[in-house]
C-alpha cells in the first residue's frame, strides 16, 4: 500500500512512538486518525491530524472512536495498534531484609491486559468490521508488539499481552485474508519514550552494554519498520524484531 493512500487510525498517538508515527503518516500523505487518552497531549498534534479522546480497553469507547474516524477521514484502510501500558512488577517478591512477601497486584495485571491485549484487539475487530460492511480493499493493521514477549523479569503481565498479540497476528492475518487485509507486528526493543526515560542512569547503562548496536534505540527506527509492513504488499502474518540485537 502507498502511504499517500492510507486512511489510518493510530492509537497511543498523543506521545513516544505514536505521536511520531502519527505526523510522519501524515507528512507522507496519509489522513490520520489519532486517538489517546491524553486529550491534552493530543492537542499538541498538527491541525491537519483528525485528534479525538480513546481509551482502547474501553469497548464503547472504541467503537464510538471508530465509527467517528471512519466518518473524519472517508472510510478506513490501516490501523496501527500502538496503545499500551506498562505496570511493572515481580509476579512475587520477597525482600532480602525481613523476608516479607509481596505479590503482583491483580489490578496491575489487569490494566496492563486491558490496554495492551483487550484494548489491542477491540481496535482490530471494529476496524476490520467496518472495512468488511464497507468492502474496503486493500487494508493492513500493525501491531506494537515488544522483544519483551520472549519473556522478560518483572514483567509477566506485559509479557503475557505482548506475546499473546504477536501470536494474535497470525491469526488474524490468516481469518482476515478473505477480507483483502495484511496484518503484521512490530517488536521494538529498548526505545527513547517517555516510559523509559525514568530510568535510573546504571540500569541503562547495563541494558546499553547488552545491545549490540550500542545504544537505546529512538521512535524513527521503529517507524521505519511501520513503513516498511505498510508498504510491502507480500509482508503478512509476521512480527519484525526492532531491538539493535538485543535478543539475537
Not at 486518525?33 to 469507547?61: F, K, Q, T, W, Y
Not at 486491558?114 to 472495512?131: D, F, P, Q, S, Y
Not at 487494508?139 to 498479540?165: D, E, P, T
Not at 505498510?230 to 526492532?242: L, S
Request: glycine share 10%; hydrophobic share 50%.
Amino acid at each position: 500500500m502507498e502511504l499517500e493512500d492510507l486512511k489510518v487510525i493510530v492509537t497511543g498517538a498523543a506521545q513516544g512512538m505514536g505521536a511520531h508515527f502519527a505526523r510522519a503518516l501524515a507528512e507522507a500523505g496519509a489522513q490520520v486518525a489519532a486517538g489517546d487518552v491524553n486529550e491534552e497531549a493530543l492537542a499538541a498534534l498538527p491541525s491537519g491530524i483528525h485528534r479525538r479522546r480513546l481509551d482502547v480497553s474501553d469497548e464503547e469507547s472504541v467503537q464510538a472512536f471508530v465509527s467517528w474516524a471512519a466518518g473524519a477521514l472517508g472510510g478506513l484502510n490501516a490501523l496501527v495498534n500502538n496503545a499500551g501500558i506498562i505496570r511493572d512488577g515481580l509476579l512475587v517478591k520477597q525482600d532480602r531484609v525481613t523476608g516479607e512477601v509481596t505479590t503482583l497486584p491483580r489490578a496491575d495485571w489487569e490494566a496492563v491486559l486491558g490496554v495492551n491485549l483487550t484494548g489491542a484487539t477491540l481496535m482490530v475487530r471494529e476496524v476490520v468490521a467496518a472495512m468488511a460492511w464497507a468492502g474496503t480493499r486493500p487494508g493492513v493493521i500493525v501491531n506494537m508488539s515488544s522483544v519483551a514477549r520472549h519473556g522478560n523479569r518483572g514483567q509477566s503481565n506485559y509479557v503475557a499481552a505482548k506475546a499473546a498479540l504477536a501470536a494474535n497476528t497470525v491469526t488474524w492475518a490468516r481469518e482476515f485474508a478473505p477480507f483483502g487485509i495484511r496484518v503484521g507486528a512490530i517488536a521494538p526493543g529498548m526505545i527513547e519514550t517517555p516510559m523509559t526515560a525514568g530510568m535510573n542512569q546504571k540500569s541503562r547503562d547495563r541494558l546499553v552494554a547488552a545491545i549490540p548496536v550500542g545504544r537505546i534505540g529512538v521512535a524513527d527506527d521503529i517507524w521505519r519498520a511501520l513503513r516498511f509492513v505498510i508498504e510491502c504488499d507480500y509482508f503478512n502474518g509476521r512480527c519484525v524484531d526492532v531491538d539493535g540485537g538485543l535478543v539475537m
